[in-house]
């Protein structure tokens, strides 16, 4: 590889699907612009630019014999269309689906309308020319006003139509907490496999945080404590706002850091992505 490599590691691969019956160990390679699989009789490569999917999870289940969790790759060479798969349950596979998203994703060239709703209400702002930037778990747009959508205070995204520079096209829509309300960001990005790409990070990343709050049950006092703070209280204000002794401050603040929602840095307490996106949910109830 002719450029800088920013990922090398051994593990199980299937270079491509319908090529191999089963894994082989192989070594992965990525720089810049290409992955490769090099294995002891064969040599895959493909361009980043020619990734269309990308999922990070449990292995297909017709291959569950054989890898617990996978990276699979879906990606398109010389007109064909193929999935490779790595084994996935190491972290340094994480890191290699984390650069490869960016790989993919980073300095493109989108038409974003942020705030286009504040809660149900349309708003007169417009799509306006940004560079996209994803860097797990939140998604930058550089534009003259720039702003990062944190996939832990998204609530919830889908597929729509709108008009766009003149044209209908494809937008993804992004309904996710901003400065305590909940508001819909829409983000209209070409050639469409990078639409489906950056749809994949965000329901990733959006389902391992999900994942984590399940087990977790929060009482009202708790609630309205991360909401709280995540518009911008202090530990010293909470007392007033919350309508509670400062006693009964420290023991809320002390629970929701052991049920791992907040963290005691030397600003002052912060919301984990954990306890952002167990706000947000909270914000899209009261906006229902």
């Known amino acids: 590889m002719a450029d800088s490599v920013v990922a090398d590691f051994v593990t199980d691969v299937i270079p491509a699907t319908g090529r191999y019956d089963e894994p082989v160990r192989g070594r992965v390679l990525m720089n810049r612009t290409e992955v490769v699989f090099v294995t002891p009789e064969d040599r895959v490569s493909f361009p980043i630019q020619n990734v269309f999917d990308l999922a990070y999870g449990s292995a297909p289940e017709s291959l569950r014999a054989f890898f617990e969790d996978t990276v699979s790759i879906a990606y398109e060479t010389a007109g064909e269309k193929h999935v490779a798969l790595v084994e996935g349950a190491d972290d340094t596979v994480q890191r290699f689906a984390d650069l490869l998203f960016k790989g993919v994703l980073n300095e493109t060239t989108v038409a974003v309308n942020h705030r286009a709703k504040v809660g149900g209400r349309l708003t007169d702002s417009a799509f306006q020319r940004a560079t996209l930037f994803v860097d797990p778990p939140q998604v930058t747009f550089t534009r003259e006003e720039s702003f990062s959508i944190e996939v832990s205070t998204v609530s919830g995204f889908e597929r729509r139509t709108r008009e766009v520079a003149g044209s209908e096209r494809s937008v993804l829509s992004v309904r996710h907490a901003d400065g305590g309300q909940i508001v819909t960001s829409e983000i209209a990005i070409q050639p469409q496999r990078k639409m ?4 994949r990070f965000l329901r990733i990343e959006y389902s391992k945080l999900r994942e984590s709050l399940e087990d977790i049950s929060l009482s009202e006092s708790e609630v309205e404590t991360l909401v709280a703070l995540y518009s911008g209280a202090t530990e010293g204000s909470l007392a007033g706002m919350l309508g509670i002794d400062t006693t009964q401050v420290s023991t809320l603040l002390t629970r929701l850091a052991d049920k791992g929602l907040l963290a005691d840095t030397p600003e002052g307490w912060q919301l984990t ?16």
């Open 196 to 199: 489906n790409v950056l749809g």
């Open 273 to 288: 992505a954990e306890g952002k996106l167990a706000v947000g949910e909270h914000l899209e109830e009261v906006n229902l």
